[in-house]
C-alpha cells in the first residue's frame, strides 16, 4: 500500500542480561523489604499518592547512589539505554545519559498507579523484579489521543501500531524503556502475590 509511517513511538523491552539475574532480583527483593519497613517518609509518602503499595520515589529515589546492588542494576542498564537512545537516532552531541532517579515500586493486590508521564528527563523505564502470574504490565497511551475528535474506534484486531492502548507484558528480568513524556500507567493488580519493580529515569541535561 501507498502508505509510509510518520512519527513512531518505540518501546524497548529486553532482558536484562544473559544470566545471574535471580541473585541480583533475590537481592533487591531483600533490600526493598527493609526500605518498606524502615522508610517512615516513603510510607506517608505512598499512603497518599500510592495507596495500598509501597514506592520509594517520594523518599529514596536515587537508590544507585546508596546501594552497590541498585548501583549494579544501573550498570547493566547502561547497554540498554545506549542501544534504546541509538534505535530513536537522538544526537546526543557527545554529552552521556545519566541514571538521575531509582526508587523501588512493591504492588500488593488492588494496588494501580494511575495515567503520568516523567518531565524533566529523556528516557524512563521499568526492572521487573517479581512478577506473579496474571500481574499487569505496563499500559501506553497513544500520544495523539486527545486529537483525535473525529476518530472511529480501533478494530479489535488492530494492529498494536494502530491502537490507541498497548500493553507491554511485565516479566521478571526485563526491562521496558519508553521516552520519558510519553503517558502510561499500571492497571490495578489482580492477584494476591506482590509486584515488585524498579522504575528510573535518565536525563542528558
Not at 27 to 36: D, F, G, K, N, T
Not at 112 to 131: D, E, K, M, R
Request: charged content about 20%.
Amino acid at each position: 500500500m501507498p502508505t509510509e509511517l510518520f512519527f513512531p513511538t518505540r518501546i524497548y523491552r529486553a532482558k536484562l542480561a544473559p544470566r545471574g539475574t535471580a541473585a541480583l532480583n533475590a537481592q533487591i527483593l531483600r533490600e526493598a523489604a527493609v526500605l518498606r519497613e524502615d522508610d517512615g517518609g516513603g510510607q506517608l509518602w505512598s499512603r497518599d499518592n500510592y495507596p495500598g503499595g509501597y514506592t520509594s520515589y517520594g523518599s529514596v529515589c536515587r537508590l544507585q547512589t546508596i546501594s552497590p546492588t541498585f548501583a549494579r542494576l544501573e550498570q547493566l542498564l547502561s547497554r540498554h539505554v545506549t542501544a534504546y537512545a541509538r534505535a530513536l537516532e537522538l544526537n546526543l552531541s557527545g554529552k552521556p545519559l545519566e541514571m538521575t532517579d531509582c526508587w523501588i515500586n512493591v504492588m500488593p493486590k488492588g494496588v494501580t498507579h494511575g495515567l503520568h508521564l516523567h518531565p524533566t528527563s529523556t528516557i524512563s523505564g521499568t526492572y521487573y523484579v517479581q512478577v506473579p502470574k496474571g500481574a499487569p504490565g505496563l499500559k501506553f497511551e497513544d500520544p495523539r489521543l486527545d486529537r483525535m475528535m473525529a476518530s472511529p474506534p480501533r478494530r479489535a484486531t488492530a494492529r498494536k501500531s494502530n491502537q490507541p492502548w498497548v500493553m507491554a507484558p511485565a516479566m521478571a528480568g526485563y526491562v521496558t524503556l519508553f521516552e520519558s513524556w510519553l503517558r502510561h500507567e499500571v492497571p490495578a493488580n489482580p492477584v494476591d502475590a506482590e509486584r515488585v519493580s524498579v522504575s528510573f529515569n535518565y536525563s542528558w541535561f
